[in-house]
């Protein structure tokens, strides 16, 4: 009875650890980024509203790429505390402190209780799952599923389980789920690594071993959770099957289709259209996580000291998290890959981490000493940047310092490469506290004793992380347009024009609740849903533009500050007025605010011409109706179909492909350009 008590304190610990973490981060501000995460947020918002909880889509779009259970788990938030930013990001920062909880469970159970609270202490304050929770992405859920999944694989083939029916139900709930979240890549990690470890055990081809698992009344249990959205998707977006393997602009095969072949096949062998994503290079997806599970990562190599020898319950765990971990780094060597694929590998690596850290030794003293050494270099790097920019001016936000690097952009980590040292001197707050974070790590892990270093550690990495949540402050005007978003609320009713792809000012749709037209958008995520039977028109190019801007309506055109050249020679200087701006980002329109200006004389000096291989691609477009009270070149096509928003919407049939098998998108959050 004594014990009790001891072990809800380990996990009221990991609780508020995580908490003070993850909690705090879904706070706003900082807003929903542009890209992924205000498409995810709205998407969800758009099926709360329309009552469509099969179909995802954007601006009216199918949007075919994803499944579900991410938008489905947003919306419940909605309806539970209304739309909110912080409501949006508050069921995967509830999943990132479960997934803690759970990866503690798991290692008391298979080890003990101090070796599972070192494992949820490496998940609640590793760098790799903070920073790839800071948008709305479901990998942490899948992360959760894939774990819960592995935990129930040794429960149910534990001898000493006395409930391995109730554990092999775990088991296939978990795999079913994970098909809601990422599709076939929730199933094949989890079933591949669990029968490279029965192999290795001798029990793959034992009766015992599958009697217990239940394998048919499992996939039945999965079929049952994951197929019915499957097939009312197949069902509303039809055709309804199609074996091509060619994946090419103009061609419409379906939600089936595009979802199992387009998204898994094709992505896998790096044939996927459209082509708007990159691959980390092998060597450096494999040495990232060094950072990625940094700090703990320094007693990487006390891992190798661990018996993997499967005579014991905490044997057989360290063996099925080696499969784990391999299953899914593999996989990522031979697939396109980005930084945070490998995120269903973190539990495994926290167990086994768990118990090199709980095992202490001289591998662990000499990773407690580099520890120490990188959190001195990192104190002194950013002492001696607070010491180099204390003189420095900050006009304006954090865009004027900023470089660009379009083509690093398809990598999550894409925009680090924009900081200069200029750039700093807008940090000055949170580079100072992740200065005293450091400072923390340094002295209290210097020959420090075991739980003294990982305690340290900790304190260092909670309060690095409150550093970084008061830089995405900072950063809020650039990574996001919701200033924009705000000044189009203040302003007089008009119709909205998006200049490129929606994703680039994605923020924009989520904080004003608004439909746009999009100019030169018809590429990248939504090339495939605009071929869609039906789907709503809501492409011009710059021709209708050029018609439009001049009428009597009042309309509001977002585009970015590289856009300028090109919008200054389509609709002139003098038909510009600048409501507001941000981050580079600018919010014009035709009919003249009280408060709108010209664009200055400053900020046209620093126009310069875009290089040609950055130049904006060009999408012509072919118009088959008549409107008469529409302008020629902005006419629907006869067929267009109705979409209710608050603009008319436009044809817009490609005459010319927006793409090619072999053409390279670069998509940045301001501008999307096209390189062959």
């Not at 998407?43 to 099969?54: E, K, P, Q, S």
Request: glycine share 6%; hydrophobic share 50%.
């Amino acid at each position: 009875m004594g014990v009790r008590p001891r072990s809800w304190s380990v996990y009221l610990a990991l609780l508020l650890i995580a908490a003070s973490v993850y909690l705090i981060g879904t706070i706003s501000p900082p807003s929903l980024s542009d890209d992924v995460d205000s498409v995810q947020a709205q998407i969800a918002r758009n099926m709360l509203t329309t009552g469509d909880y099969v179909t995802a889509r954007v601006d009216g779009i199918s949007y075919l790429e994803k499944p579900p259970l991410i938008y489905w788990m947003i919306a419940g938030s909605y309806k539970i505390f209304g739309v909110h930013d912080w409501a949006s990001r508050l069921p995967v920062s509830l999943f990132c402190i479960g997934l803690v909880l759970l990866t503690a469970l798991f290692g008391e159970w298979a080890f003990e209780r101090k070796i599972g609270f070192y494992a949820g202490l490496v998940m609640a304050t590793c760098v790799g799952l903070y920073l790839f929770t800071r948008v709305l992405i479901p990998d942490v859920i899948l992360t959760l599923t894939i774990t819960l999944a592995m935990w129930a694989l040794l429960r149910v083939i534990d001898e000493a389980e006395a409930h391995p029916g109730a554990w092999a139900f775990i088991l296939a709930a978990s795999l079913g789920t994970g098909l809601l979240l990422k599709s076939l890549i929730a199933v094949v990690f989890p079933i591949g690594a669990g029968l490279i470890y029965l192999f290795f055990t001798k029990q793959l081809f034992s009766r015992w071993t599958w009697k217990r698992l239940h394998p048919f009344s499992g996939l039945a249990l999965i079929l049952l959770i994951a197929v019915p959205w499957h097939v009312l998707a197949t069902l509303r977006n039809p055709p309804y099957f199609s074996l091509s393997m060619h994946s090419g602009p103009g061609e419409y095969h379906g939600f089936l289709w595009f979802f199992i072949i387009n998204e898994q096949l094709l992505r896998f062998l790096n044939l996927r259209y459209p082509r708007d994503y990159n691959t980390v290079p092998v060597t450096y997806f494999w040495l990232f996580h060094l950072v990625w599970l940094f700090p703990w990562s320094v007693y990487f190599p006390a891992i190798a000291k661990l018996s993997f020898r499967p005579v014991d319950r905490a044997g057989r765990a360290r063996l099925l998290a080696l499969c784990w971990i391999g299953v899914i780094l593999v996989f990522f060597t031979f697939s396109t890959t980005q930084e945070y694929y490998s995120m269903p590998a973190y539990p495994a690596m926290a167990l086994l981490l768990g118990c090199a850290m709980a095992a202490e030794g001289k591998w662990i003293r000499r990773g407690t000493a580099m520890l120490t050494g990188v959190a001195a270099c990192c104190a002194a790097a950013t002492i001696t940047i607070l010491v180099l920019d204390r003189n420095v001016a900050t006009p304006g936000d954090i865009f004027n310092a900023l470089t660009s690097h379009p083509s690093a952009y398809t990598l999550s980590l894409g925009h680090m490469e924009d900081l200069t040292l200029q750039s700093f001197a807008y940090l000055r707050t949170p580079l100072l506290l992740a200065a005293v974070a450091f400072v923390i790590g340094a002295v209290g892990t210097f020959r420090a004793a075991p739980k003294r270093a990982f305690l340290c550690a900790t304190l260092m990495m909670v309060l690095f992380y409150q550093a970084a949540r008061v830089a995405l402050i900072v950063f809020d005007p650039y990574l996001s347009s919701r200033p924009l978003a705000d000044a189009i609320l203040r302003s007089p009713e008009g119709k909205l024009i998006i200049d490129k792809h929606y994703y680039a000012y994605s923020s924009i749709f989520f904080y004003t609740d608004k439909t746009a037209l999009l100019l030169n958008g018809r590429i990248l995520n939504l090339s495939y849903g605009s071929d869609a039977p039906g789907a709503p028109n809501v492409f011009i190019d710059d021709s209708q533009l050029k018609e439009l801007w001049p009428t009597p309506d009042r309309y509001y055109l977002v585009a970015g500050h590289a856009a300028l050249p090109r919008l200054e020679g389509v609709l002139g200087r003098e038909k510009l007025n600048v409501v507001a701006e941000s981050g580079g980002k600018y919010l014009f329109t035709n009919l003249p605010l009280p408060n709108s200006t010209l664009l200055s004389d400053d900020v046209r000096a620093q126009l310069t011409t875009v290089p040609h291989s950055m130049r904006p691609f060009r999408v012509e477009w072919g118009f088959s109706a008549v409107q008469p009270d529409l302008p020629a070149s902005v006419r629907p096509a006869a067929d267009a179909q109705p979409y209710p928003s608050e603009f008319v919407g436009y044809s817009a049939a490609l005459t010319k492909p927006a793409m090619t098998r072999q053409t390279r998108y670069i998509h940045s959050r301001s501008e999307i350009f096209a390189s062959n």
